[in-house]
């Protein structure tokens, strides 16, 4: 894989309600997709490689950005699996391989938030900088970052929705909602913890709602945690959460005091939204057999 890709590239956007599958080419221009349900791995996995090969055969590449956890370990059997995870019947389930096998080409697979990291660093919100994380406020919050062009990971793919962060004062009694840590970022900030503590979506509360300045406070803590780390030259932060309007800018406020100008970023300046819209899924996908060396199945 790599610079020189002619012709089709299978991408795959594989979510946990739905796969969108598409055809599409180096150049970004998406040729013809379809939706297909999630539901059971076997089932799913077999209609959108059914789908592609109605589409043609000769691809030269897949890209797949998955929800994961993802086991990426280049070096380990359950390479481009789905491990642990709560949707029933997707633990342990090979993603990678059957693309591989039945398409006959070299796959690049990462989890969706990466790929929408490095689609967005490459053509996106972070173009043009050294280093961008991006960070998905939604059903759950999660964060990919990109520096110097490749993707950050150590053991696996970061968790960073899942980092702790302070109780704002107004809001100490709610447990949180993360199945595995309550009341970490994403058990405090995401879609379904707003709806847990106050009945609605962060945009259906009224205006002086105090949850928009709690969840802009929580996402704030994280903003200056993630400088603290490595200093983003951009932190790009989309997702459904994120869409409520006024909310980017709450954060902006809360980041720079709480950062104290301390930091090299001036969170006014460097916290953006997203820049690719809605096709960030299959780019995210067409990211990850554009822009990283191939890896072994
Ligand atoms: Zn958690």
Request: hydrophobic content about 40%; some cysteine; aromatic content about 6%.
């Given at each position: 894989?790599g610079q ?6 299978a991408?795959?956007e594989?979510?946990g309600?739905k796969f969108i599958v598409a055809?599409g ?5 998406i040729?013809a997709r379809?939706r297909?349900?999630?539901?059971h791995?076997?089932k ?7 789908w ?5 055969s000769?691809y030269?590449?897949?890209?797949i950005?998955?929800?994961g ?5 280049p070096?380990s059997p359950k390479?481009?699996h ?5 949707k029933p ?6 993603v990678?391989?059957p693309f ?5 080409c070299?796959v690049?697979i ?6 929408a ?5 490459t ?9 961008a994380l ?7 919050i999660?964060?990919g ?16 929705g ?16 993360c199945?595995?840590?309550?009341d970490c ?7 379904p ?5 106050w009945?609605?979506?962060l945009?259906d509360l ?6 928009h300045d ?9 903003v200056?945690?993630f400088?603290a780390?490595?200093?983003p030259?951009?932190i ?5 959460v994120m ?20 930091f090299?970023?001036?969170p006014?300046?460097?916290i953006?939204p997203?820049?690719?819209g809605?096709?960030s ?12 060396p191939?890896?072994?199945?």
């Amino acid at each position: 894989m790599g610079q020189d890709m002619d012709g089709k590239i299978a991408l795959i956007e594989a979510g946990g309600t739905k796969f969108i599958v598409a055809v599409g080419d180096d150049a970004r221009k998406i040729h013809a997709r379809t939706r297909i349900e999630t539901t059971h791995p076997e089932k799913t996995i077999a209609a959108a490689i059914e789908w592609l090969q109605q589409q043609g055969s000769d691809y030269a590449a897949v890209g797949i950005a998955s929800f994961g956890p993802l086991d990426l370990d280049p070096a380990s059997p359950k390479w481009g699996h789905i491990t642990r995870t709560t949707k029933p019947h997707w633990s342990d389930t090979d993603v990678a391989g059957p693309f591989a096998r039945e398409l006959g080409c070299a796959v690049g697979i990462d989890t969706d938030v990466n790929g929408a990291a490095l689609a967005e660093w490459t053509w996106g919100a972070g173009q043009g900088v050294n280093s961008a994380l991006y960070l998905t406020v939604g059903t759950g919050i999660g964060g990919g970052a990109v520096v110097g062009g490749r993707l950050v990971r150590g053991l696996s793919h970061p968790e960073m929705g899942h980092i702790r962060v302070p109780r704002h004062p107004g809001d100490t009694y709610f447990a949180g909602h993360c199945p595995f840590h309550g009341d970490c970022l994403e058990g405090l900030a995401c879609g379904p913890s707003i709806i847990a503590r106050w009945g609605a979506s962060l945009s259906d509360l009224a205006a002086d709602h105090p949850g928009h300045d709690i969840i802009a406070w929580y996402l704030a803590q994280a903003v200056q945690s993630f400088q603290a780390i490595f200093e983003p030259a951009r932190i790009i932060m989309g997702g459904g959460v994120m869409a409520t309007p006024g909310l980017i800018q709450r954060v902006k406020t809360h980041a720079a005091e709480g950062g104290a100008g301390y930091f090299a970023g001036d969170p006014a300046e460097i916290i953006v939204p997203p820049a690719l819209g809605e096709d960030s899924g299959l780019l995210g996908a067409l990211a990850l057999v554009c822009d990283r060396p191939s890896e072994p199945e």
